[in-house]
């Protein structure tokens, strides 16, 4: 399958946003503008959002589990809403808007029938996520819209159905634009404390090779967490110029989250409270403990914490 046999149509950005703009209307979809707060630390640039459309969005990733009695059973995405179906994408992939949206607007692309959201991201997911972005840009643009990918409890996942995220990036950046090379693999960009594998992708390059590279920095951040703690969680975050991988040990700590949007400086909270945790954290040594710390996993630190459970 190629791009062109996804048959998107032309006007399916500006159809996007006028449905988005009708379901907020409505009361359907949980949406209110936020005002981004910018915080540089130690040269990484945090971009908070307080969103009060994450206060009711649900959690539910006991059903990345296939043992977890029927888990296709519990996912919305196996007869959604038709009033959020934006199209289906090829025949194994739906484009829907997102119930809990930050950014406007903002999609989920999930599979057609029940995948779970542990397994990585295959060749036709990756894809399914390269047409739609390229169409949600248009033609001569590059770089507008980003994915991202929480494969796992330990990543931020809140669905067991596996998908991916989809929505604007910042007009200020993100850490992994410093990668300079489509071939070796830069896992040392200044400021980011905890490991991170990075590629940049050439103008113009296919699905497949955006697949081959993915796969590459997957195996690096799966050998990152066996050689310090184990677990398979990781969070992908592609654009049109770079895919970055992150693997993760905890979704969050004493009340303070983030998934693969966090992870690269777009943090998103549902309040104040949840705000300020961060700062009593630390802002980059709380994303250290969420990943895998670049110095090495601290002498004596507890592995498995999840998310609820108070800092040590």
């Known amino acids: 399958m190629t791009l062109l046999a996804l048959a998107l149509a032309d006007d399916l950005a500006s159809r996007a946003l006028s449905m988005f703009d009708a379901l907020v209307s409505q009361g359907r979809l949980h949406y209110a503008a936020t005002t981004p707060e910018t915080h540089r630390v130690n040269n990484f640039t945090f971009e908070f959002r307080i969103a009060t459309a994450l206060l009711t969005k649900p959690h539910s990733p006991s059903s990345t589990s296939s043992a977890a009695g029927r888990p296709e059973g519990r996912s919305p995405f196996l007869v959604p809403d038709p009033a959020f179906v934006v199209t289906p994408v090829g025949a194994a992939h739906v484009l829907e808007l997102n119930l809990h949206s930050v950014l406007r607007p903002s999609f989920v692309l999930h599979t057609r029938l029940f995948r779970p959201q542990t397994e990585d991201l295959g060749p036709a997911d990756v894809r399914a996520v390269r047409a739609v972005m390229a169409r949600l840009e248009g033609p001569g643009a590059r770089g507008a819209t980003m994915m991202i990918f929480n494969c796992g409890v330990a990543a931020g996942c809140s669905q067991g159905h596996k998908h991916v995220q989809i929505f604007a990036r910042p007009a200020g950046g993100l850490f992994p634009d410093a990668a300079a090379s489509a071939d070796e693999i830069e896992e040392r960009i200044d ?54 991988v992150i693997p993760r040990r905890r979704a969050g700590s004493g009340g303070a989250a983030a998934n693969g949007a966090g992870m690269v400086g777009m943090v998103w909270v549902k309040d104040r409270a949840e705000r300020d945790r961060w700062g009593a954290f630390g802002y980059t040594e709380h994303l250290a403990y969420l990943g895998v710390p670049i110095g090495g996993v601290p002498l004596g630190e507890v592995e498995g914490e999840v998310e609820g459970e108070g800092r040590r």
């Open 191 to 244: 400021g980011v404390p905890f490991k991170h594998y990075v590629l940049r992708l050439p103008r113009g390059v296919s699905p497949e090779a955006v697949y081959e590279r993915l796969a590459r920095l997957v195996t690096a951040a799966r050998a990152a967490l066996a050689a310090c703690c184990g677990g398979e969680a990781l969070n992908v975050v592609l654009t049109d110029r770079w895919v970055c």
